[in-house]
């Protein structure tokens, strides 16, 4: 079984404060997704990366997918109230293969 | 995207009793979609896979005689939750895969089971 671990957890921050939440794990996957999920609602996509090695911003958010292809970060600039939610990696362990493995979570909230 | 919609949105039944949710890709013809289960504060765990005029394939630990599915046409598929428990309350997630390893969410349903 593949598993994505995400850290931290928790993670309660100051407005306009920088954070950069992790996904790691032991297993290769072909694509890695984050997603964005608000209370009561389904995840809603962010990005996919799917090259090793690979940085997409959007906006004032950074992905990068690692070389190996094992782990990927989020990194938000200047968080603000709107960013707060559950962020959530998930992962495609083969080409093709249409099931998602899905991380831990992050709860993250921004504090105005 | 994809567009995804679910209905109910939210349902509470008496124990023992059946509970239908429908998930419908409003934009696409899917001839794949997926099942989560999300407990509080808690990840989205895959139940099955649901295979438009095949059955359904599901994951270890999830027993198919009481998660029931069933994918009727390339825009539907429906979970019937039988003989429903109070254990069996969370947050029911499908989704469908749209392009190349991205899939899209719907939006829940919350089942309360009294």
């Known amino acids: 079984t593949q598993l994505l671990e995400q850290s931290p957890q928790f993670l309660s921050i100051q407005e306009g404060e920088n954070l950069t939440v992790y996904c790691n794990s032991s297993?290769?996957?072909?694509?890695l997704q984050w997603y964005r999920q608000e209370p009561g609602e389904g995840p809603v996509l962010l990005v996919t990366?799917?090259?090793?090695?690979e940085v997409k911003k959007l906006k004032r958010l950074t992905f990068q997918f690692g070389d190996a292809r094992k782990d990927s970060s989020l990194h938000i600039t200047a968080a603000q109230p709107g960013d707060t939610g559950l962020y959530l990696c998930?992962?495609?362990?083969?080409?093709?293969?249409?099931?998602?493995?899905f991380g831990t979570g992050t709860r993250l909230t921004i504090i105005p | 995207g994809a567009v995804v919609s679910q209905h109910p949105s939210w349902v509470i039944c008496k124990s023992g009793t059946s509970v239908k949710i429908e998930c419908r890709s409003l934009?696409?013809?899917?001839?794949?979609m997926f099942w989560y289960r999300q407990f509080p504060k808690q990840s989205l765990m895959l139940m099955a896979t649901?295979?438009?005029?095949?059955?359904?394939?599901?994951e270890q630990g999830v027993e198919k005689d009481k998660f029931l599915i069933n994918h009727a046409s390339l825009t539907l598929s429906t979970l019937t939750v039988t003989s429903a428990h109070p254990e069996d309350s969370s947050f029911y997630i499908c989704?469908?895969?749209?392009?190349?390893?991205?899939?899209?969410f719907g939006p829940g349903t919350r089942l309360l089971v009294l």
């Open positions: 297993s290769v996957f072909s694509s």
């Open positions: 649901s295979n438009e005029g095949s059955k359904a394939t599901y």
């Open positions: 989704s469908l895969r749209r392009g190349q390893e991205t899939q899209y």
């Open positions: 934009d696409f013809q899917a001839t794949t």
């Open positions: 998930a992962g495609s362990p083969n080409f093709g293969n249409e099931k998602l493995t």
């Open positions: 990366v799917v090259t090793g090695g």
